[in-house]
Structure formats: structure tokens, C-alpha cells
């Protein structure tokens, strides 16, 4: 496994927000937590990144115990993360928050700019614009072209599909295809099971920072009362 999370417990201030969270996901994976607003996904997100430190329990990165770790540190090792707020910068243009992070993320590897223009063409048009400038899904496919400029191992997006159009969600799933088949290990949270079911291969429901069911996504999808009482489908 390139990344295994066992018995996490996190939270905020006094209040644990996931409690006893364990999930795995297998390299060249795409792995989906799915779940309701408020269900802990972020959080546990958070918790891989050292973001919001895990108050017990144990996370591996191919291998190598990164509980507790800071970001940055996470984030050398080979982990890209994408938040729901995208936190782009918005002063910069679009060139430019893709070369600072080519220059500071050391890591070598085949994802460069011109790969990611060839990923996201309107990058290309949109060079010289600034962030502040882009649309929702501008911003999202910047977003994650800045990720993948630090090359990483496994990538990790939250809550990818919201608020998009269609056609941009259409844009994302060619564009998670892609990113698997050139060797990233992808893990998503989103509460959107449809979505989850077209790029992703596993998925563990959670709810009130619980892991309620895992599975395979056509398994998770087959079972109806399931999807009813944890996802609202």
C-alpha cells in the first residue's frame, strides 16, 4: 500500500471530529471517501497532510510513519494536495503559480509545464492571466496542474467535483484518467457518488467521522439502502 491510515482520531479544540478512521490505498489506486457535508472527509484529509494533526493513531506513506509531520515535509516526501478552496494564488498568474512551485518542491519527474498545459489546455490561453481573474473550474484546473508540479506520488483532492458545470466535470474525470494512467496514486473526497464511480476503483463511506462502509464503488453503487441512508442518492 502506498498510504495506510489505521485508528485516527482528530479534532478540533476539544471536539474530535473522526474517530477511529483506518483505510488504505493501494498504489495506482484511485480511492474515494464519500460521504455527506460534515461527515469528516476534510478532516481526515487534513490528517494525512499534518494539516490538522491526528491526536492518536497511525499514518504510512510508502512505508515511512508521517504521523504528525509538518506539511512541507508531507508534501517533499511526494504527497500533492489539492483543498476545496483550491488556494491559488491570486496575485500571481497563472505561469507564475506553476513555476514557484516547479522551484521550490524538489522533486524531479516528468510533470512540467508543458505537461500540464497538454492536461488542461486553456492554461495555455490563460497564461498571463492572474488567479484572481479565473473562473471556479479555471481555478480547479489550476489548481491541480500546481499539485502535479511537484510531482508527487500520490495526489489528494477534496471535494474536486463541487460547484462545477458538467462539461467541467466531464473536463475533470478525462483529466483524473490521465493523471492515474501516467502512474498517480489518486485519493478523493467527494460527496458525489456518481462522480466517484467514474474515475474511482474503492470507496469508504463515512458519517459523523466514522467509516461506515468500504468497498468497490460498482459494490458501494449496487447497494441502494446504503446510498440512501449515507449519501442521500
Known amino acids: 500500500m502506498i498510504l495506510t491510515a489505521k485508528d485516527l482520531v482528530t479534532g478540533y479544540g476539544l471536539s474530535a471530529v473522526i474517530h477511529g478512521v483506518s483505510f488504505d490505498v493501494g498504489a ?103 488567479g484572481s481573474g479565473l473562473s471556479g473550474g479555471e481555478q480547479k484546473m489550476l489548481a491541480i496542474g500546481r499539485a502535479l508540479m511537484g510531482n508527487p506520488s500520490l495526489l489528494i483532492l477534496d471535494e474536486p467535483s463541487e460547484g462545477l458545470s458538467p462539461m467541467m466535470v466531464a473536463t475533470l474525470i478525462r483529466a483524473i484518467r490521465q493523471i492515474q494512467g501516467e502512474g498517480v496514486t489518486l485519493l478523493i473526497a467527494d460527496q458525489n457518488v456518481k462522480f466517484a464511480r467514474r474515475v474511482g476503483s474503492r470507496g469508504y463511506i463515512m458519517e459523523e467521522g466514522h467509516i461506515r462502509h468500504s468497498g468497490s464503488l460498482e459494490e458501494l453503487w449496487a447497494h441502494e439502502e446504503v446510498l440512501r441512508r449515507y449519501l442521500a442518492v
Request: hydrophobic share 40%.
Open 28 to 130: 495506482g489506486e484511485v480511492v474515494c471517501l464519500l460521504g455527506r457535508n460534515g461527515a469528516g472527509k476534510s478532516t481526515t484529509l487534513r490528517s494525512v497532510m499534518g494539516l490538522t494533526p491526528p491526536r492518536s493513531g497511525r499514518i504510512e506513506f510508502m512505508g515511512e510513519d508521517i504521523t504528525g509531520r509538518q506539511p512541507f515535509e508531507i508534501a517533499r516526501l511526494g504527497i500533492g494536495y489539492i483543498p476545496d478552496d483550491r488556494r491559488i494564488f491570486a496575485e500571481l498568474t497563472v505561469e507564475e503559480n506553476l513555476e514557484i512551485v516547479r522551484r521550490v518542491a524538489r522533486r524531479d519527474g516528468r510533470w512540467t509545464i508543458e505537461r500540464v498545459r497538454e492536461l488542461f489546455p486553456v492554461l495555455a490561453e490563460l497564461r498571463l492571466n492572474l
